[in-house]
């Protein structure tokens, strides 16, 4: 997760070093900046570009952002950037004495909370949490779509969903048969229903992406898809296949959850162009780990030859769907570029 981390005084400057430090060899890959002119390190990088359009910037490279400096002035800068708390990256506020850290934007979906929680335990420092479902220990269906990677047709269920829950009215969340969960584990003030069509449900967990009779509808992402390509395949090239071959086997691109390949191609940056404008994630493996799959699949002498593996898309698909995952769409090539689609069990915990 890349996190770039503002500062505006020398104080502020050498918090957001030991933040890195504290930070380091964690999943987050930080950049520090600082609007202080008499800030000097090599390790951070000078702005005097307006606040907005810093932030701007942060926004659209889906960076999360730490202020290091009064609530105020986050609030200031992230202003006019505010446009979805689906897609907006998590915002957050530590004082320079590092006595409380304060997630401001995307707490939930974004991980706001849970990141300041982090930063907060490692400087032995507050995390100011106000979501409500937060303070009142109650069942958040944001994050319980975060956590299950579901995804959410249409955020503005979510608010009604959380003040039934909040006010104590049994919310009715109905689950697709074929999605596993423990019926025992579900949290106080939800209720699990047999879905009917002609009902009404607060929740629906589902697999079918057609019209439901629900506040929110979760659909499963169940699907992996795995690419090959030959090096150097553009951004615009890839987006164009991928979203043909989508259409053609009839799914949305909001139910895949995973793209995969082999680890030749961790670096290929029209891949990682789609993953991010996207947001989903890319994973890559070894040849020794795609060459571990048994099965049928459609083999490739030359492929084998550059990259050690018979067949990359299909593999990457089915080794990324897990035990359980199933190939549902052979290889499709199209001038250098393949395509597999593999499906992968779908198991949801309440917690």
């Not at 800030?39 to 202020?67: G, M």
């Not at 974004?110 to 069942?139: H, M, P, Q, R, Y």
């Not at 049994?170 to 074929?178: E, G, L």
Request: with cysteine.
């Amino acid at each position: 997760m890349k996190l770039s981390i503002i500062s505006f005084t020398t104080k502020g400057a050498l918090l957001s070093e030991k933040i890195e430090n504290l930070l380091s060899g964690s999943d987050f890959e930080c950049t520090l900046y600082s609007a202080c002119s008499f800030v000097d390190s090599q390790n951070i990088q000078k702005t005097n570009e307006p606040l907005s359009e810093w932030c701007q910037k942060r926004f659209e490279e889906k960076s999360a952002i730490l202020f290091i400096s009064a609530l105020g002035i986050a609030v200031r800068g992230i202003s006019s950037c505010v446009k979805d708390k689906l897609k907006d990256v998590p915002v957050m506020v530590v004082d320079e004495n590092a006595g409380f850290v304060i997630p401001v934007l995307s707490g939930h979906v974004g991980g706001g909370n849970e990141l300041s929680e982090k930063i907060a335990s490692l400087l032995n420092a507050k995390a100011v949490i106000t979501t409500a479902t937060d303070i009142n220990n109650k069942f958040a269906v944001d994050i319980f779509a975060k956590k299950n990677d579901l995804f959410i047709s249409d955020k503005s269920g979510i608010a009604g969903v959380s003040a039934k829950i909040l006010e104590g009215i049994d919310v009715k969340i109905s689950v697709d048969d074929s999605v596993l969960f423990d019926k025992d584990s579900l949290p106080e003030g939800l209720s699990l229903v047999h879905y009917d069509k002609d009902e009404f449900y607060d929740v629906i967990v589902t697999k079918d992406d057609s019209k439901h009779n629900a506040s929110l509808v979760l659909l499963t992402k169940d699907y992996i898809l795995g690419i090959g390509c030959k090096k150097g395949k553009s951004f615009a090239e890839i987006e164009e296949f991928v979203k043909e071959f989508l259409k053609e086997n009839s799914i949305d691109i909001n139910r895949v959850s995973r793209i995969a390949s082999i680890d030749l191609k961790k670096d290929e940056e029209g891949i990682k162009e789609f993953s991010e404008k996207y947001g989903i994630p890319f994973v890559t493996f070894s040849a020794e780990e795609l060459n571990s799959l048994h099965g049928d699949f459609s083999s490739s002498d030359f492929v084998s030859k550059v990259t050690g593996v018979d067949n990359v898309s299909e593999r990457a698909a089915l080794f990324a769907s897990g035990c359980n995952g199933k190939l549902i769409v052979e290889k499709t090539v199209s001038d250098g570029k393949t395509l597999a689609l593999a499906e992968k069990e779908t198991n949801i915990l309440f917690e």
